[in-house]
């Protein structure tokens, strides 16, 4: 065992046998390398990362590489979910140097944690042009040897490069219609019309850009937004990206029909997408977006709660094949002799509805199941009784590999999807969910200043802090709990978040926000990037929660706030709009007010109360903002002096400091909140 046997992370713990003798990142570690005159190799992957697992046996578990390893370096590894911040700026300095990333990310460092080689994968012998690990290893050590002057001139030179990269942000104003607008014509110019979705292969899940074209469409009326995001979201619910037996999305699809994903299933791609999905259903009361929003929603909470509360990190791509042998995808493809054994005479059946072949769809003749488009009309009890019998089935293969870390950021984002998906469908067991998540977020996660632990395991908070995503997606959970809940102490508490944001995170020359706290640890740089890439940025995430607090509460300095942030949106959104889908989303609600609905009744359990406040719930206004209780709640701001109307619970419609009527009506405000 080596040090990694103390650590937390399941990532870190997958590395505690290696022979390798490894660090996590520390000052100790770095200390080290000093001691002695050795360069520190950085290692840096995730869980369920395919490619890290291949790397790691074919090289970390390898004696004669561990043992050179150890001899002329300092080896450091690194779970990129734990430590975003390092992960970041050193993938800058690898996409910069190379231009390209990805993980495993290989980095060679100075004792003064400075980047002089870079790389991803290394293969244990020489491949399709790519240097052995060993070549690798021996190349920089005698670098390292023999021309260190060189390698102390490219660190700094690379080091000073990064510090020039700082974004030139001016506070300028946010983004208006003109470049919401532009927006909309680049993503129509980069749109996939025949299978959906944008760009070619590798194809990601765009859940953020979705909810920008749901939004637009909700302001605008422009159907080509709306059918933009239906033709994508039922494209991907078709194919082998989504579980067509449990429920759920893969990572991304390796090719442009969506049909063989890579395997893995991660907790955050889960919640933007049920909430994507949850929003299309509001929109246009489409039966495969509710379906599909449930069953992600099921799935999270079946497959991914934790036994405190909280949402683990993800599953695996690999697992066991039944032979010993990790295999991607082992635990999802099927052969038509598999369906058969399983079926009997339903088999031919099962392999049309899902697309099985017996050349197959994937790897080895077998197949991803998927949904293919197809004449004729299936049985749906007899679907519905393929699909449990094959799911039975399915659960006896070994399992992939779960990693159970809670990350505050991404528990946000679920606690934000199970609250909704929970109150627009009646299903008080998901809301219920969502608050055993927020729950341990601020048990375990805030301490008595409100800082906000990154991860926690186990019941047991881990020691890295919490960054600017962690403060921005769990702020915007909290607040879509309040809306649904109309327990005030979720606004209380995102309020304290927010407060971090405005102190620690953001510059308050430029308004320009910082991934880490100006407190945090410093590293070669201080990590800042707005575009959203698998979940929203933390700048347009806490753009975004600031703003629903300003909706929510009148504060000047959140809304001010939010509307710097959104600054860098107005030059990114009509360049390169795929990259910042939550700051459009987010700038969507800023030009619609956003609209502030106070619901009033005599008590929460008054059913015309709570049929208003499904009503408002269920208004397509983008990020229009919820409270509802007794006229003489103090819990929320927005029913300060709200009577009741004739006695009866009323509906309040607030939007850029003017006010509609009071309507006791659901009708009268559903059309309020629509126009």
Not at 143 to 165: M, N, P, Q, S, Y
Not at 255 to 274: G, Q, S, T
Not at 540 to 546: D, H, I, N, W
Request: aromatic residues 8%; negative net charge; hydrophobic residues 40%.
């Amino acid at each position: 065992m080596n040090r990694l046997a103390h650590e937390t992370s399941p990532y870190l713990l997958q590395h505690a046998d290696n022979p390798v003798d490894w660090w996590p990142w520390s000052a100790e570690a770095f200390d080290r390398a000093r001691e002695t005159n050795r360069p520190v190799l950085l290692s840096v992957g995730y869980s369920s990362c395919h490619w890290c697992h291949v790397m790691a046996h074919e090289s970390f578990e390898d004696q004669a590489t561990a043992e050179y390893l150890n001899e002329h370096f300092v080896s450091v590894k690194v779970d990129r979910e734990e430590r975003p911040d390092v992960d970041a700026v050193y993938m800058e300095a690898v996409q910069a140097a190379t231009g390209q990333g990805g993980w495993p990310m290989t980095v060679f460092l100075t004792p003064d944690a400075e980047p002089f080689y870079f790389g991803t994968y290394f293969p244990p012998a020489p491949r399709h042009g790519m240097p052995s690990f060993r070549q690798v290893l021996e190349g920089v050590r005698a670098a390292w040897t023999d021309r260190r002057d060189e390698v102390a001139e490219v660190a700094g030179k690379i080091v000073h490069d990064l510090a020039e990269r700082e974004i030139g942000h001016q506070g300028a104003q946010p983004p208006g219609e003109q470049e919401l607008a532009q927006a909309l014509l680049g993503l129509t110019r980069e749109y996939d019309a025949q299978r959906g979705g944008f760009g070619g292969a590798p194809k990601f899940p765009p859940s953020m850009v979705l909810e920008f074209l749901l939004r637009h469409h909700a302001r605008t009326g422009s159907e080509g937004a709306l059918q933009m995001a239906a033709d994508t979201c039922e494209r991907m619910a078709r194919g082998g990206l989504y579980d067509q037996l449990g429920g759920g999305f893969a990572r991304y699809s390796v090719d442009r029909d969506w049909i063989v994903p890579h395997f893995e299933k991660m907790l955050y791609d889960n919640a933007l997408l049920c909430r994507a999905y949850a929003h299309l259903w509001r929109a246009t009361g489409s039966e495969l977006a509710r379906r599909v929003a449930l069953e992600t929603a099921d799935f999270m909470v079946r497959e991914l709660r934790t036994d405190e509360g909280g949402f683990a990190s993800a599953l695996d791509a690999d697992s066991d094949d039944g032979t010993g042998k990790h295999v991607e995808g082992a635990y999802y493809v099927w052969t038509p002799a598999q369906l058969g054994e399983v079926l009997g005479a339903d088999a031919d059946l099962a392999a049309q509805y899902f697309g099985v072949t017996e050349a197959g769809t994937f790897e080895h003749g077998q197949s991803v199941l998927q949904l293919p488009q197809q004449e004729g009309v299936f049985d749906a009890e007899k679907v519905e009784s393929v699909k449990r019998r094959l799911l039975a089935e399915r659960a006896q293969r070994p399992a992939p590999g779960r990693d159970d870390k809670v990350v505050a950021a991404w528990n946000g984002l679920a606690v934000a999807a199970l609250a909704e998906t929970g109150a627009y469908f009646d299903r008080p067991d998901l809301v219920e969910a969502a608050v055993g998540a927020a729950d341990l977020l601020v048990r375990l996660h805030l301490d008595d200043h409100a800082r906000l632990a990154r991860t926690s395991r186990d019941g047991r908070a881990g020691a890295n802090a919490g960054v600017l995503e962690d403060y921005g997606d769990v702020a915007e959970g909290f607040l879509a709990l309040a809306s649904v809940t109309g327990e005030g102490v979720w606004l209380e508490f995102a309020g304290l978040l927010l407060d971090h944001v405005l102190v620690r995170f953001a510059d308050p020359e430029t308004g320009a926000l910082y991934d880490t706290a100006s407190d945090a640890e410093r590293l070669i740089r201080r990590p800042q990037d707005p575009t959203d890439n698998a979940t929203p940025s933390g700048w347009t995430a806490a753009a975004g929660a600031l703003l629903g607090y300003a909706a929510h509460t009148g504060s000047e300095p959140h809304r001010t706030a939010a509307e710097r942030a959104l600054g860098v949106v107005r030059t990114l959104g009509p360049r390169v709009p795929r990259f910042v889908g939550w700051g459009l989303a987010v700038a969507e609600a800023l030009l619609d007010g956003p609209r502030e609905v106070a619901i009033v009744g005599p008590d929460q359990r008054d059913s015309r109360t709570a049929v208003l406040h499904r009503t408002a719930l269920l208004g397509v206004a983008p990020g229009a903002v919820v409270a509802m209780g007794t006229p003489e709640s103090d819990e929320f701001p927005l029913l300060a002096g709200r009577p009741l109307v004739g006695g009866e619970a009323a509906a309040y419609v607030c939007r850029n400091f003017t006010c509609d009527a009071p309507t006791t009506d659901p009708e009268r405000l559903k059309t309020a909140l629509s126009s």
